[in-house]
Nanobody, 128 residues
Framework: QVQLVESGGGSVQAGGSLRLSCAAS????????MGWFRQAPGKEREGVGY???????NYADSVKGRFTISKDNAKDTLILQMNSLKPEDTAMYYC??????????????????????WGQGTQVTVSS
């Protein structure tokens, strides 16, 4: 069974940085469709961004210019580099993966949060 395990969460002051990792085991999806989502207490889960099989990334407007998604294919690891963190970034962050191989399909999967596999989440807390 495919497993996704997030790590790197923690507490940081506003303006600081965190680097989240999502390690995949089982089948490799690092070269397919992978995304990051987050959910704050009392709020709906929202997309942070994704990277498709071609390496094309897409980000939510709220994080654009501050967050960067990348892959370490050799390690089957998805990375979320978060800079200039704000208190409103506080949330549980989830990694997701889906074995689609077309960028357009990845976009569709992301838009409906329809990823086949999900991680357990890692908490990010940003203090002001």
């Amino acid at each position: 069974q495919v497993q996704l395990v997030e790590s790197g969460g923690g507490s940081v002051q506003a303006g600081g940085s965190l680097r989240l990792s999502c390690a995949a085991s089982g089948y490799t999806y690092s070269s397919s469709c992978m995304g990051w989502f987050r959910q704050a207490p009392g709020k709906e889960r929202e997309g942070v961004g994704y990277i498709d099989s071609e390496g094309i990334t897409n980000y939510a407007d709220s994080v654009k210019g501050r967050f960067t998604i990348s892959k370490d294919n050799a390690k089957d690891t998805l990375i979320l580099q978060m800079n200039s963190l704000k208190p409103e970034d506080t949330a549980m962050y989830y990694c997701a993966a889906d074995p689609v191989y077309l960028g357009s399909w990845c976009r569709s999967v992301y838009s409906r949060a329809g990823f086949r596999y999900w991680g357990q989440g890692t908490q990010v807390t940003v203090s002001s």
